[in-house]
Nanobody, 122 residues
Framework: QVHIVESGGGLVQPGGSLRLSCAAS????????MNWYRQAPGKQRELVAT???????NYADSVKGRFTISRDSAKNAVYLQMNSLKPEDTAVYYC????????????????WGQGTQVTVSS
């Protein structure tokens, strides 16, 4: 079993910054990609940013130029630096570890964290 823990959410004023962190723990052999999703009240969960094992990065159009995803492969960790935050960025942010291979387990699994609340408001 792999555990995903996010941290770093909170309340920030428009134009402010936050840095989210996510760490995966367990008997991890490899992780193909780590992703940040978000879900605002009444809306579907959406993909915000992706970083693959080969450091290929993609962003949702709505966050390009404002958010930066990075990772520490040695720690199985991923980070999301969020700048120039807007009220529409308010959501619960979820970390996802995609296609995880684990020692002693055949196949690959996806794992999710519990989410961290980000609120952008004056």
């Amino acid at each position: 079993q792999v555990h995903i823990v996010e941290s770093g959410g909170g309340l920030v004023q428009p134009g402010g910054s936050l840095r989210l962190s996510c760490a995966a723990s367990g008997r991890i052999l490899s992780i193909s990609a780590m992703n940040w999703y978000r879900q605002a009240p009444g809306k579907q969960r959406e993909l915000v940013a992706t970083i693959t094992r080969g450091d290929i990065i993609n962003y949702a159009d709505s966050v390009k130029g404002r958010f930066t995803i990075s990772r520490d492969s040695a720690k199985n960790a991923v980070y999301l630096q969020m700048n120039s935050l807007k009220p529409e960025d308010t959501a619960v942010y979820y970390c996802n570890a995609e296609r995880v291979r684990e020692f002693g387990i055949t196949g690959q699994n996806n794992y999710w964290g519990q989410g961290t609340q980000v609120t952008v408001s004056s």
